[in-house]
């Protein structure tokens, strides 16, 4: 049954988030409100249901993806753009004003975008949806995607080597998008732990409340592994 979009369920919330509980990139802008303390409305949308494709919802989102935001009737979608949006809005300086630290910012969070979430989610659907969501294995995926996930993930812990955080010492909306788009190492295999300092930098992160208050499907999945 398709859930009726465009309804708060909660009158004073004005951040309604578009998202899909197994999808990194709506945890992402989750956690992001989350260590901001913004409070927001949930609004799944069901993706193996072709509820993103609806008119209601494309009138959001013109391609049907999600996360997307509506923020006191302002639509804005694609999770980076929508956490700046956030942390700009909070002033927080996890997207931080200066010239040079937001430059490094955006580099990560490009980074991370382009190399890491692609092969991630190629992944997740080939490796763990391909069924439920009705589509046919794609077998070179499963070989190659792990590949390129170890030569990106490797350079991410070249960086802890002096920094405390992905862009610095600061944490940033960077530090959010990496640890939301290897969220679901587990279930898919891939072992963080063989990367020392960014498995001590995502254990620090997933003992923070942002982490935690999103900590559902991977986490559960995550707790039945260990
Ligand atoms: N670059 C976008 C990616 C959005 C995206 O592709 N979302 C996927 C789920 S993670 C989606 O909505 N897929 C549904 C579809 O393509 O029908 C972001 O970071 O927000």
């Known amino acids: 049954m398709i859930t009726p979009l465009l309804r708060s369920t909660r009158d004073n919330i ?3 988030i578009y ?19 913004i409070d927001y409305d949930d609004f799944p949308v069901n993706l193996p249901a072709g509820e993103q ?10 391609a049907g993806k999600i996360p997307a935001i509506e923020d006191d009737g302002f639509i804005l979608f694609e999770s980076n753009a929508i956490c700046k949006y956030l942390c700009r809005k909070s002033r927080s300086e996890l997207y931080p004003e200066d010239l040079f630290r937001q430059a490094l ?3 990560w969070c490009d980074f991370v975008a382009i190399h890491i979430d692609v092969h991630y989610v190629s992944l997740l659907v080939n490796k763990v949806f391909a069924e439920q969501l009705g589509v046919e294995v794609d077998q070179r995926a499963l070989m190659e995607r792990p590949l390129f996930i170890d030569q990106y993930l490797t350079v991410i812990e070249g960086q802890f080597d002096d920094n405390r955080y992905l862009a610095g ?14 969220d679901p190492s587990e279930l898919l ?11 001590a930098w995502r254990d620090d ?22």
């Open 105 to 107: 910012v955006d580099q």
């Open 53 to 62: 494709k609806t008119e209601e919802y494309l009138a959001i989102h013109p």
């Open 14 to 16: 004005m951040l309604k």
């Open 169 to 182: 010492n600061e944490m940033s909306v960077a530090d959010i998008s990496l640890l939301a788009t290897i």
């Open 189 to 199: 295999e891939i072992d963080i732990a063989s990367y020392p300092k960014l498995n």
């Open 205 to 226: 992160l997933r003992s923070r409340d942002f982490y935690r208050k999103v900590h559902n499907f991977y986490g559960e999945s995550m707790m039945a592994g260990d």
């Open 19 to 37: 998202g899909f509980d197994v999808s990194p990139r709506a945890l992402k802008v989750k956690m992001c409100a989350n260590v901001l303390g």
